[in-house]
């Protein structure tokens, strides 16, 4: 097996791996987001008394848990997490497959960087039998092929 069948199989397990245990950082990001989120559903199934304070409550927590998110995960784009429980669910979702995409960069990176080397390998060795041919023989040496718009 090569280093580029190797770098290929490396990424799906990961990404296998990862459907049933996320990383760290994945599981960073969501207990962060989860301590607002749990405030903002609270504040939401509370009686008419006391869900104006517990809202206020919800907001606040938000904003402490989004700067904590800031600090913890700098790649992720937006860092707001919002103050009502459907709409900090799906930034959960959202940030979940950010950090997951920024976990398998590194992997994708290096199977895109063995691919493109295995195919400029290629592309050299066509070009070597090409002008070997052309010393040996009286044939022209084959051109690519170009679409012409006309």
Same mark, same amino acid.
């Given at each position: 097996?090569?280093?580029?069948d190797?770098a290929?199989?490396e990424l799906a397990d990961?990404?296998?791996?990862?459907?049933?245990?996320?990383?760290?950082?994945?599981?960073?990001?969501?207990r962060?987001i /989860?301590?607002a %989120?749990?405030?903002? !559903?609270?504040?939401?199934?509370?009686?008419?008394?006391? $869900?104006g304070w517990? #809202?206020?409550a919800a907001?606040?927590?938000?904003?402490?848990q989004?700067?904590l998110l800031?600090?913890t995960?700098?790649w992720?784009?937006n860092?707001?997490?919002?103050?009502t429980?459907?709409e900090?669910?799906a930034?959960?979702t959202?940030?979940?497959?950010?950090?997951? /995409?920024?976990? %398998?960069?590194?992997? !994708?990176?290096?199977?895109?960087?063995?691919?493109?080397? $295995?195919?400029?390998e #290629?592309?050299?060795?066509?070009?070597?039998?090409n002008?070997?041919?052309?010393?040996?023989?009286?044939?022209?040496?084959?051109?690519?092929?170009?679409?012409?718009?006309?």
């Amino acid at each position: 097996m090569d280093e580029l069948d190797e770098a290929r199989r490396e990424l799906a397990d990961l990404t296998e791996w990862w459907k049933t245990e996320p990383p760290r950082e994945v599981r960073d990001v969501q207990r962060i987001i /989860d301590v607002a %989120r749990e405030a903002s !559903e609270k504040a939401e199934h509370a009686n008419p008394f006391t $869900r104006g304070w517990l #809202r206020h409550a919800a907001e606040r927590t938000a904003a402490e848990q989004s700067q904590l998110l800031k600090q913890t995960a700098p790649w992720l784009e937006n860092t707001t997490i919002p103050a009502t429980y459907a709409e900090a669910n799906a930034f959960r979702t959202n940030a979940s497959k950010a950090t997951l /995409d920024h976990m %398998r960069k590194p992997y !994708e990176d290096r199977v895109r960087r063995l691919n493109r080397s $295995r195919f400029n390998e #290629r592309i050299k060795q066509r070009l070597a039998e090409n002008i070997e041919k052309a010393k040996t023989t009286h044939e022209p040496i084959p051109q690519p092929h170009h679409r012409h718009s006309r």
